[in-house]
């Protein structure tokens, strides 16, 4: 059937939460999806640098009664929610925690983005068998990482594949 999640990031660098989270639909859905929400961001979506239109909940929350406008179409076309919360400060905490009689433990600075990204494919797989009355378990689910504020990356996961293209 051709099932894709599309993921996203979010948070702010003076914040402790981290968010990732997307979406799972149909290749077919997800083409009547895109139609519907282009319509709904040229009316309701916020204008970037280059004057592009986009919706992102956290600058929209202000306004609900655009926001449920969006949240109507994911409604309709939606399958299945996905998504991974963390706070930055637990790892920095565990971190401080862990000791090594002897031994000098030199840390890289955390990978957020990396964190919260193997913590939301492994409760994907972990719970897959959950999904099984919506998303058959023969079924493939590919998933498609959207530029990050982490990175100028757009990282698509297919069954046994990844490939990463500079955006």
């Known amino acids: 059937m ?3 999640a599309y993921i996203d990031e979010s948070y702010s660098p003076d914040k402790d939460a981290y968010v990732i989270g997307g979406c799972i639909s149909t290749k077919e859905e997800w083409a009547s999806f895109s139609t519907e929400w282009q319509s709904y961001l040229w009316r309701f ?49 565990a971190m401080r925690r ?3 009689p002897g031994k000098i433990v030199e840390w890289d ?14 409760k994907f797989h972990l719970e897959r068998e ?23 990356w ?3 996961f297919g069954q046994n594949t990844c490939r990463t293209e500079a955006t």
Request: aromatic letters at 16%; hydrophobic letters at 45%.
């Open 130 to 152: 959950k999904l099984a009355d919506l998303i058959p378990l023969d079924e493939t689910v590919q998933f498609h990482m959207v530029k990050s504020q982490a990175g100028k």
């Open 109 to 122: 600075r955390p990978n957020y983005y990396w964190i919260a990204f193997r913590c939301l494919l492994d």
């Open 154 to 156: 757009l990282i698509s």
């Open 98 to 100: 862990i000791y090594i």
């Open 2 to 4: 051709g099932w894709h």
């Open 45 to 93: 979506g916020r204008v970037d640098e280059s004057g592009l239109r986009y919706f992102h909940m956290q600058e929209m929350a202000h306004n609900l009664e655009e926001v449920g406008f969006f949240y109507s179409v994911m409604q309709l076309y939606v399958a299945a929610y996905i998504s991974a919360r963390f706070h930055k400060s637990d790892f920095e905490r």
